[in-house]
C-alpha cells in the first residue's frame, strides 16, 4: 500500500522527519518498506512566462523564445514547437536539468543560437493528457493552472510528494485505504483524526425512480447499497484529486470515473459507477451466471461466466463481475447523463475464486479477497456522492437504495488489565490501555471492550493484548528468562544415533551433502530400475513446479549418483560423498506416506574400489558395535544399478539392510561419468536397531595367543565368508579370530582355483594353550575347510 | 722384552689412531689381543725368562693389554658415535614437505549452523522436535488458525499431493503434534525441511529448512519470549548485537512480532546488505494464538506459550558471506570443502 504524505496531511497534521517517520509506524504495527519521491526523477524544471518569440534567422522551422524564469534576466531557448505564444505558462528545463528516464539538458547551439535549456512536452515530464485535460500531447505543456514563473514544476505537477510504501498483513484489509492509515498514524502520534466531508445533501428523486435491487444470494453479497445520480456533467476532475490519483499511482480519467477511484483509495471501498441507460429494466440483479452467459469486460475482453461467479446483472444480461470489473458498454461515456453508484460487499472467497477463474485480478478483486467491512459500504457511496457535490459533477438523488443482510452487531471482547499484563509480562497502567484503545475507535465500558466494524482481526483477549502492546511499544517490554518447570534438553538416542553416524563418516572422509527430496521420475530410468519395481510406486505431487521435481523419491541412490556426477562435470578429480536422506513410500490414499531415513555413500576417483566403500561401510558397522556374526555380505547380480559381479546385499539378522556395490557401467554412462563409481545405502533405523548402545568391558586376556597361518587351495566360487563360517565352527571357543592376509590366483594354482591364507589366532582364557591343543584346533580346522572342498597347499 | 712390549704399545697406539671402520678397528684387536695376536705371542714367551724377571714383566704386560684394551674400547666408542651422527644426518628430511595426510569430510554447512543453533536452545532446556514433511493440510493450515481463504493455501504457493495432504510449508505443524502428543511444560525446536512453490534463484528454492520453536507452561508471558529470544540472538551474533522486535501478523500467534538485528555491517546506517533499512529481519514469533491451544486439547486459560519460526538459509548465508542458494544444493565438492 503506497500513501502519499501530502494525502495524508489532509486528515493529521504532523509534521515529522521521514527516517522518523518509518521508525514510528513501524514499531506501531505498519510496517514500512521504504520511502521516496517520484519527484526525484525531475530536478532543476520551472515554470517559465514566455516573453517574446522570434524567428531562428537559419531555420524554418525553430523559433527563439525569451523566457522569464525569475532569474536577473530572462533566458533564451531555441524550440522547434508550434504551440508556444508570447505570454504562454510552460515548464522550462533548465541547464543542468534532469528529467525523467535520467534524461539530463544542457545548454548548446542550435543553428549557431544559444539554447539555456529546453522547454517541455507533458511526456517530457511522464504525465498524459488525463493529468491537464486543456493541454495538448504533442506539442510544449502551455500551463492553465495558477503559477508563477521560476516555480518549480513538481509542485503543480503534484509531484512533491513523498510516498510511503508499507507492508500490510493480511489481518489488517482496513489499512489498504488512506483513511485506515491516517487512523494509525494519528494513534501513533497521537494526534486528531480529521474524518473527510462526506456529508452529502441529496436533492430531488430517489434512487429507486430509476432502480432497484435484487440480491439473490445474500450470501455472496451480504449488503448492497446504491445511489443514483441525475444531470452527469463529464469533464475532468480537480487539480488536486488528479495529483492525489497520480500519487497513487493511479491515471486520471474523469470526473466520475476518478470519484469512484480516489474513494476506493480514500475508504478502501471499491466503487463502480454505471450509466443508467444500460440498466436494461431498471433492475439491478445481484446473481450467480448462467450458464454460457458471457461479459465483455471494460477492459474489451469477451469473458465466458460460469454458474459460480457472482454478476451484477440487469433483467437481460450481466453487467458486471460483481467485486471484479465492470461491462464495457454499461461504463461511463461522455454523453452519460445518469449514473448509479455501487458500493457493496461480496464473499471474499466467491471473488477470489472469481478472479482467479477469469485470470483477472484487478485492484477492486483483490481488495473484496481479503475481506471488507460490509458497515462500510455506505460510509463510502456518502463519500462519493459528496464528492459529486463537491465537484458539481451531478445532482445526487435524495436517498439510496440499501439491501443489507449483513451481521451488523458489534463484537465485544472482555476488556481485563491484569490479564493483560500478566499475559505480556508487563505493569501497564489501566488508563493507558483505555486510551490507547479509545484512540484505536475502540469502546471501553465496564471492562468490555466492543470492537469498530472493521476490526474482524480482534476477537479475543490477546488481540486487545496486541492493541494495547503495539501501541506501549514491543521495545518496552521486559526480557525475562523462562520460568516455571524446568525441562531436561537434549537430544533423543535416535538424534544421537544419527549425529553419531554423521561424525563417523566424516572421520572416514565423506563429505556431506543435501539433495532435494523430489526428484523426476525419469531418475528410476536414469538407476536402471525395472519397470516393475515397487520403488516406482512415488508420492506425486499434483502441481509440481516442473517434471523434474514432481515426485518425492523413494531411494536416495539417484540423488547421490547426480551429485556425483556434478561433481565430476566439474573436474573434481575424485569425491566421497554421504547423505543422510529421506525417502518416502507411498501407503495408500487418505495417508500420509512413511519416511525413512538412508545413509547413501558415493565415492570415485582416487584410488577407490569396491573393497575400500566396504571397508568403510565394515568400519562403520563396528564404531557402532554391530555384531560381525550376524552382518552378511550376500552377493547379488540382480540388482540394475551395480556391476552384476560387484554388489552385495547387506543383511543384518537375515533382513536386508541396505546394498553396497559399483555402480553398474551403463548407469555411470547415464550420469556422464567415465570411472568407475561406488555407492551403498543403508537404512538408517535398521543401523540404529542393530547397534550396541551400551557397551561392557571385557577383561584384557592374561594368557598369551597362539596364531599359526593356514594357506588353502579351493574352487574360486567358494566365497571367502563360507571358508571362514567353516573354520570357526570347526574348532569352536579356543578361536579368537581368524584373519584372511591373502588371495592369490595364477602360476602354480590350477585354472578356477584360488588360494587363500589366513592366520588363525586361538587362545584360552585360563590358561596358555599347549601345541597339542594347538594343533589339534588346527587340524579340526583343515578338516572343515576339506569338506568343501579347500586342501592345504604344500 | 719390556722393549718388545713398549714397541708393541706404540704401534698399537699409533695404528688405533688411524682407525675409520668398526671392522678394522676388529682387525686390530684380532692382531695384539687375539689367541695369535702380537702380545699374545709375547706372554707365551714368559716361560722362558727367569723367575725373578717374571713378575715385573707380567706387570708390563698387563699394562700393555690394559692400555691396548682401553684404547680400543675408546676407540669404538668414538667409531659409534660417529656412525650413529652420520646416520642421523643421512636421514636428515626436508621438514617442508607437506605431510601425508588422511582427508576427512566437511559437515555441509547447513548443518554447522543448524547444530549450533541446537546447542544453544538444547542448553536452555529446550528437546529437538520431529514431524513429517508430508503433512496434513490439517495440521499445516487449518490447526494453525489460518484462514480457509489465506493466500498461502494456494496452490500457487503450496505443493499439494491429495485434497488434505500437501508437503508441509512450514515447520509449524510439528507445534500441533507435540501439542497433540505431550502435555506442557512444552519447550522444543523443530528443524525441518519445508516446501514452498518458488522457482530456484539465488535467493529461492522450492525446498528450504526452517526452525520452530515453541514454549508451552503455565505464566508464560510475552516477556519470556523476548528474554529467550534475545538470548539466542545474543549467542549466535554476540552480546552487542542490538535487537527490536516489532509488530507483524501470523494467524497462528497473538501477539504476533518479528526480532530484527542491527545490521552487522552498516550498523544501521543502511547498505546493500540490510537493504538500506539498517535492520536485518531474523525470526517472526509470537504468544500461541489461544485457538491453536484449543486445537491441541491444551486450555488458554490455563496455559500459555510462545512460537517462533526462523529460515536456516538465510542464516547460513549470512554466516558464511554465501551469495547464492543454490550453490547449498550443488554440493560442489569445492565449495563444501571450504566449511
Known amino acids: 500500500m503506497n500513501l502519499s504524505m501530502k494525502w495524508l496531511h489532509d486528515y493529521v497534521d504532523i509534521k515529522t522527519e521521514m527516517h522518523d517517520f518509518s521508525e514510528a509506524m513501524t514499531m506501531s504495527g505498519s510496517k514500512v518498506e521504504s520511502f521516496g519521491s517520484a519527484g526525484d526523477e525531475i530536478q532543476k524544471v520551472v515554470v517559465g512566462k514566455i516573453l517574446s518569440v522570434e524567428k531562428h534567422p537559419d531555420a524554418d522551422k525553430l523559433v527563439i523564445c525569451s523566457v522569464d524564469v525569475a532569474e536577473s534576466e530572462p533566458i533564451q531557448i531555441v524550440t522547434g514547437a508550434t504551440n508556444v505564444f508570447e505570454g504562454a505558462l510552460v515548464p522550462v528545463a533548465l541547464d543542468g536539468s534532469l528529467l525523467p528516464g535520467g534524461k539530463k539538458i544542457k545548454k548548446g547551439k542550435l543553428r549557431g543560437v544559444v539554447s539555456n535549456g529546453m522547454l517541455c512536452s507533458l511526456g517530457e515530464l511522464s504525465l498524459c493528457k488525463n493529468d491537464f485535460p486543456y493541454a495538448i500531447e504533442d506539442g510544449i505543456f502551455i500551463i492553465e493552472e495558477e503559477c508563477r514563473p521560476g516555480q518549480d514544476i513538481r509542485e503543480l505537477t503534484g509531484l512533491d510528494d513523498t510516498v510511503v510504501e508499507f507492508e500490510i498483513t493480511p489481518n489488517r484489509p482496513d489499512c489498504l485505504s488512506v483513511l485506515g492509515l491516517a487512523r494509525e498514524v494519528a494513534v501513533t502520534y497521537n494526534k486528531k483524526l480529521t474524518m473527510p466531508d462526506a456529508g452529502v445533501e441529496g436533492g430531488e428523486g430517489k434512487t429507486s425512480d430509476f432502480v432497484n435491487a435484487v440480491v439473490h444470494d445474500p450470501k455472496l453479497c451480504t449488503r448492497y447499497t446504491a445511489r443514483a445520480v441525475r444531470n452527469v456533467k463529464i469533464g475532468p476532475s480537480p487539480l488536486w484529486m488528479r495529483q492525489r490519483l497520480r500519487s497513487a499511482g493511479v491515471r486520471p480519467i474523469n470526473n466520475i470515473v476518478d470519484i469512484t477511484n480516489f474513494v476506493m483509495l480514500e475508504y478502501g471501498q471499491p466503487m463502480h459507477a454505471f450509466d443508467y441507460r444500460f440498466i436494461n429494466g431498471g433492475t439491478i440483479n445481484v446473481r450467480t451466471a448462467h450458464a454460457g452467459e458471457t461479459i465483455t469486460t471494460l477492459d474489451g475482453v469477451k469473458r465466458a461466466l460460469d454458474e459460480k461467479m457472482l454478476v451484477i446483472a440487469d433483467n437481460e444480461k450481466p453487467v458486471a463481475v460483481a467485486g471484479v470489473m465492470g461491462g464495457e458498454y454499461s461504463g461511463i461515456m461522455n454523453d452519460t447523463n445518469t449514473i448509479v453508484f455501487e458500493s457493496a460487499m461480496f464473499d471474499p472467497t466467491s471473488v477470489r475464486l472469481t478472479a482467479k477463474r477469469l485470470g483477472m485480478r484487478t485492484e477492486a478483486s483483490s481488495r473484496y479477497e481479503k475481506g471488507l467491512d460490509a458497515q462500510n459500504t455506505v460510509p463510502a457511496l456518502d463519500r462519493a456522492c459528496r464528492l459529486v457535490e463537491l465537484l458539481n459533477a451531478g445532482d445526487v438523488c435524495g436517498e439510496y437504495i440499501d439491501v443489507d443482510n449483513s451481521d451488523s452487531t458489534p463484537r465485544t471482547v472482555p476488556f481485563d488489565a491484569d490479564w493483560i499484563n500478566r499475559f505480556l509480562g508487563t505493569d501497564i497502567d489501566r488508563q493507558f490501555m483505555i486510551d490507547a484503545l479509545r484512540r484505536l475507535d475502540f469502546k471501553v465500558e465496564n471492562d468490555v471492550v466492543t470492537v469498530p466494524s472493521y476490526r474482524a482481526d480482534v476477537e479475543q483477549k490477546p488481540d486487545i493484548a496486541e492493541e494495547v502492546a503495539r501501541i506501549y511499544g514491543y521495545n518496552a517490554i521486559p526480557t525475562t528468562m523462562l520460568g516455571g518447570a524446568a525441562t531436561r534438553g537434549g537430544l533423543t538416542p535416535a538424534q544421537q544415533f544419527n549425529k553419531s553416524v554423521s561424525q563417523t563418516l566424516l572421520a572416514l572422509g565423506y563429505t556431506e551433502v543435501t539433495t532435494y527430496t523430489f526428484i523426476s521420475p525419469k531418475y528410476y530410468d536414469k538407476i536402471r530400475m525395472p519397470s516393475d519395481s515397487p520403488l516406482r510406486n512415488s508420492v506425486k505431487i499434483l502441481n509440481p513446479l516442473g517434471e523434474d521435481t514432481g515426485i518425492m523419491r523413494t531411494t536416495t541412490l539417484p540423488s547421490m549418483l547426480e551429485t556425483l556426477a556434478r561433481n565430476y562435470s566439474n573436474r573434481n578429480l575424485a569425491a566421497r560423498l554421504f547423505e543422510i536422506g529421506t525417502v518416502y513410500m507411498p501407503k495408500g490414499k487418505g495417508e500420509l506416506p512413511l519416511e525413512l531415513s538412508k545413509i547413501a555413500l558415493g565415492s570415485y576417483g582416487g584410488g577407490e574400489d569396491f573393497y575400500k566403500i566396504k571397508g568403510d561401510v565394515e568400519e562403520l558397522f563396528e564404531t557402532f558395535g554391530v555384531n560381525t556374526d550376524l552382518c552378511e555380505y550376500k552377493a547379488c547380480g540382480d540388482d540394475p544399478s551395480f556391476h552384476p559381479g560387484r554388489c552385495a546385499a547387506i543383511l543384518f539378522n537375515g533382513i536386508v539392510v541396505g546394498t553396497i556395490g559399483e555402480i553398474h557401467p551403463e548407469v555411470q554412462a547415464n550420469y556422464g561419468i567415465d570411472t568407475r563409481v561406488y555407492a551403498a545405502v543403508i537404512d538408517l533405523a535398521m543401523l540404529m536397531q542393530n547397534a550396541v548402545s551400551e557397551r561392557h568391558y571385557t577383561p584384557l586376556p592374561k594368557y598369551p595367543s597362539t596364531a599359526r597361518d593356514i594357506a588353502v587351495t579351493c574352487d574360486d566360487a567358494i566365497p571367502v565368508m563360507e571358508l571362514e563360517k567353516a573354520m570357526k565352527s570347526a574348532a569352536g571357543k579356543v578361536i579368537e579370530k581368524i584373519e584372511l592376509f591373502d588371495v592369490y590366483r595364477g602360476r602354480q594354482i590350477a585354472e578356477g582355483k584360488k588360494s587363500v591364507a589366513f592366520s588363525v589366532v586361538m587362545r584360552a582364557a585360563d ?8 594343533d589339534s584346533a588346527v587340524s579340526k580346522v583343515l578338516k572343515a575347510l576339506e569338506a568343501l572342498g579347500a586342501t592345504l597347499r604344500s | 722384552m719390556k722393549q718388545q712390549l713398549e714397541a708393541i704399545r706404540n704401534a698399537a697406539e699409533k695404528e688405533l689412531a688411524s682407525v675409520k671402520l668398526p671392522a678394522e678397528l676388529e682387525n686390530l684387536r684380532v692382531k695384539y689381543l687375539g689367541k695369535k695376536g702380537e702380545l699374545t705371542a709375547i706372554l707365551k714367551q714368559m716361560g722362558g725368562l727367569p723367575a725373578s724377571e717374571r713378575p715385573a714383566i707380567g706387570v708390563l704386560a698387563n699394562e700393555a693389554r690394559t692400555f691396548i684394551e682401553d684404547h680400543i674400547a675408546q676407540c669404538g666408542a668414538a667409531l659409534k658415535e660417529h656412525e650413529t651422527e652420520s646416520k642421523l644426518s643421512n636421514e636428515k628430511l626436508d621438514v617442508t614437505v607437506p605431510g601425508d595426510r588422511h582427508k576427512i569430510g566437511s559437515r555441509h554447512p547447513l548443518t554447522i549452523v543448524l547444530d549450533q543453533i541446537k546447542d544453544i536452545f538444547i542448553g536452555m532446556g529446550f528437546n529437538i522436535a520431529q514431524g513429517p514433511e508430508v503433512e496434513f493440510v490439517e495440521y499445516n493450515f487449518d490447526a494453525l488458525n489460518t484462514p480457509q481463504n489465506h493466500p498461502a493455501r494456494d496452490p500457487q504457493d503450496t505443493f499439494y499431493i491429495e485434497d488434505n495432504i500437501l508437503l508441509r510449508t512450514q515447520t509449524s505443524p510439528v507445534q500441533i503434534r507435540v501439542m497433540k502428543s505431550q502435555k506442557p511444560p512444552i519447550r522444543i525446536i523443530a528443524p525441518g525441511r519445508v516446501y514452498r512453490s518458488d522457482a530456484i534463484d539465488g535467493t529461492h528454492s522450492p525446498l528450504f529448512h526452517q526452525i520452530e520453536g515453541l514454549v508451552i507452561d503455565k505464566g508464560i508471558t510475552m516477556a519470556d519470549l523476548k528474554g529467550t529470544l534475545d538470548g539466542f540472538a545474543k549467542s549466535i551474533y554476540g552480546e552487542d548485537a542490538v535487537l527490536r522486535f516489532r509488530p507483524h501478523h501470523f494467524p497462528f500467534t497473538e501477539p504476533s512480532c518479528e526480532m530484527d538485528t542491527r545490521c552487522f555491517v552498516c550498523h544501521g546506517k543502511g547498505c546493500r546488505l540490510c537493504k ?62 571450504q566449511f
Request: glycine share 12%; aromatic share 10%; proline share 3%.
Open chain 2, 276 to 337: 538500506g533499512e539498517g535492520w536485518i529481519e531474523l525470526l517472526g514469533a509470537g504468544m500461541v494464538h489461544p485457538n491453536v491451544l484449543r486445537n491441541c486439547g491444551i486450555d488458554p486459560d490455563e496455559y500459555s506459550g510462545f512460537a517462533f519460526g526462523m529460515g536456516l538459509e538465510r542464516l547460513v548465508m549470512r554466516s558464511f558471506g554465501i551469495d547464492d542458494m543454490r550453490l547449498l544444493y550443488e554440493n560442489d565438492l569445492r565449495f563444501l570443502s
Open chain 1, 767 to 774: 590358561r596358555t594353550l599347549t601345541d597339542d591343543e594347538a
